[in-house]
């Protein structure tokens, strides 16, 4: 679909994102212990992300992992930068982080620099036994060594296009968009 310039598609429907999301969750359960095992999604794509891998791992047979919410938003490295007042969302972690297998989780992985911002604020908090990275989408175009341990899907996007994850529970439709940016 192309409109005035840009060039705009859809890289995952509803159906390919439910079937990555359990997919992903069956590779959890195969590489966690269940007992430790514990899923944080980065604000705001990651919380929702989070919660559908928990209900898919509920669906896998497995009970219900811990599951939190962390704001990396005080832990930017371009805070400083910033040309407004960052809005700033909840933590949400009441469980213990020392020894727990902590499954990271966010919408994209682009650049790496907020996957370092969620490691910051999870130090923070304890010591956990394994942090691991769960992404629906990684786009490439990494600027710090990260990469993630469980993916939906890979898509090789350049600096001028942007991928974006859209959340029923947010945005009314479930789709990953890729588009040129101007």
Do not use: W
């Not at 990555?20 to 269940?34: F, K, L, S």
């Not at 209900?55 to 990396?72: M, Q, T, W, Y």
């Not at 956990?128 to 939906?152: H, K, N, Q, W, Y």
């Amino acid at each position: 679909m192309k409109r005035a310039g840009t060039q705009r598609e859809i890289l995952l429907n509803a159906d390919e994102i439910q079937a990555a999301v359990t997919r992903i969750a069956e590779e959890i359960v195969a590489r966690t212990q269940p007992d430790r095992l514990a899923l944080v999604g980065i604000q705001k794509g990651g919380v929702v992300l989070a919660g559908r891998l928990c209900e898919a791992i509920v669906r896998a047979g497995r009970s219900a992992p811990k599951l939190g919410s962390v704001d990396i938003t005080l832990y930017r490295d371009d805070l400083a930068q910033a040309t407004h007042f960052p809005e700033i969302k909840s933590t949400d972690i009441l469980f213990d982080v020392d020894g727990a297998e902590i499954v990271l989780v966010d919408d994209v992985l682009y650049t790496g620099r907020t996957i370092r911002a969620a490691l910051d604020a999870l130090m923070d908090l304890g010591r956990p036994r394994a942090v691991r990275l769960a992404v629906l989408m990684d786009r490439g175009g990494r600027e710090l060594p990260i990469a993630p341990d469980f993916v939906g899907r890979t898509v090789a996007a350049g600096p001028k296009q942007s991928v974006t994850v859209q959340f029923v529970e947010e945005d009314g439709v479930d789709q990953v968009i890729l588009e040129d940016l101007p």
